[in-house]
Every structure is written in structure tokens, then in C-alpha cells.
């Protein structure tokens, strides 16, 4: 399972590329994943389905690397679970339950449900590129443990553009790009732990 879980990370990123060509007008750049949720979107069935069970399997997968990771530290295990655990949840199973709307807006419980999820599911992985790279310099692997930390700099970079992009202000402008920010962050914070299950 733990070897496996590169290729269904990676996945999360691909799916939506090929579900979005069924949806008129939709934007990889300016659009988020979730869009591809809503009741509108002509497959968002298939993006809701592939939500939940992604977060099953993402969540199993922690659990399994937790024995791993606990031989090195096991304070880095707990943490490590916890923030995949939450994002599991919240970002993926919770998400793909509760649709969002064809907006950001939180006007449903639904949608509420889904933000929420999302926004602490998010807030806590971003520390996962972190957690990964204090864990490989504990395990002497300086190479990874210095591509980690610089994937959690690269997160902080591009989720700060992700919440930036929604402002008024930045409407029209590079920072608008609310989608391609979203996509960056969430590669950023995978790879870490695609290296965490190959060199651990």
C-alpha cells in the first residue's frame, strides 16, 4: 500500500484534467478541484467518487506509515499521521460527501461542510513537506530531507497565492489564479511524501 500511494497522489493532480473537458468553461488555472464537485459539472459523480475513496485510501496509507516512521521518531509519526489523517477527512472524504457549489460561496450546509473540511484539511498538510523533512535529516538523508523543507517553502509560497487569489483587489492579475495556486501547493505538499514511501 505504502508504495502505491505515489501513483494515487499523483492521480489527484491528473483526474482533473481529464474530467474538466467535459465541463463547459472551466479553468484549471482560475478554477479549483472541487468545482469539478459541484451538480452542474457533467461528471462531478466521478470527481466526488474518486474524492472519498482517495481519502480511504490516503488514510489507510498513514496508518501504515506510521510504524515506519515511528522507528525514527515517533513524535514525527503522530504528527505526521494526524495532519494526513485530518486532510483525509476533510479535504478528500468530507469533500467529496459534500459537494461545494459552482462558487466559493458558503451558502448551504453542504457547501459549509465542504469548506471547512477543506480549509483545515489543507491548513494541516501544508506541514507535512515539514514533518517529512526533519524526519530525513533525523535519518541522515540530507538530500531529502533539504528537498522537503524547500516543498514546504514552496507551500507556504503558493498557499499564501491560493488564499490571495479570491481578494478583489487581485482580480485580473496573476495572483487571480486561484487554480494553478491550488495545484502547486498540493504538488508541493505530495512529493515529500511520495519520497517518504520509496526512501524511508
Not at 478541484?33 to 462531478?44: F, Q
Request: with cysteine.
Amino acid at each position: 500500500m505504502k508504495n502505491s500511494l505515489p501513483f494515487l497522489l499523483a492521480a489527484d493532480l491528473l483526474i482533473p484534467f481529464l474530467l474538466a473537458p467535459t465541463y463547459k468553461g472551466y479553468s484549471h488555472l482560475t478554477k479549483v478541484m472541487s468545482v469539478l464537485g459541484n451538480s452542474k459539472a457533467p461528471l462531478h459523480f466521478v470527481y466526488n467518487i474518486w474524492l472519498v475513496v482517495f481519502g480511504i485510501y490516503f488514510l489507510f496509507s498513514a496508518v501504515r506509515l506510521y510504524p515506519v516512521v515511528a522507528k525514527t521518531s515517533s513524535v514525527i509519526a503522530v504528527l505526521l499521521f494526524l495532519v494526513i489523517a485530518v486532510y483525509a477527512i476533510g479535504g478528500c472524504i468530507l469533500s467529496g460527501l459534500f459537494s461545494v457549489e459552482e462558487t466559493k460561496s458558503l451558502e448551504t450546509p453542504s457547501a459549509k461542510i465542504h469548506g471547512f473540511g477543506s480549509v483545515i484539511g489543507f491548513l494541516l498538510l501544508a506541514l507535512a513537506p515539514l514533518l517529512v523533512g526533519i524526519y530525513f535529516f533525523k535519518r541522515a538523508n540530507g538530500t531529502l530531507g533539504a528537498f522537503s523543507l524547500l516543498c514546504f517553502v514552496l507551500t507556504i509560497g503558493f498557499f499564501t497565492l491560493f488564499v490571495m487569489a479570491d481578494k478583489p483587489k487581485f482580480q485580473g492579475t496573476l495572483i487571480a489564479l486561484e487554480g494553478l495556486w491550488q495545484r502547486l501547493s498540493l504538488l508541493s505538499m505530495y512529493l515529500p511524501i511520495m519520497a517518504l514511501c520509496y526512501w524511508k
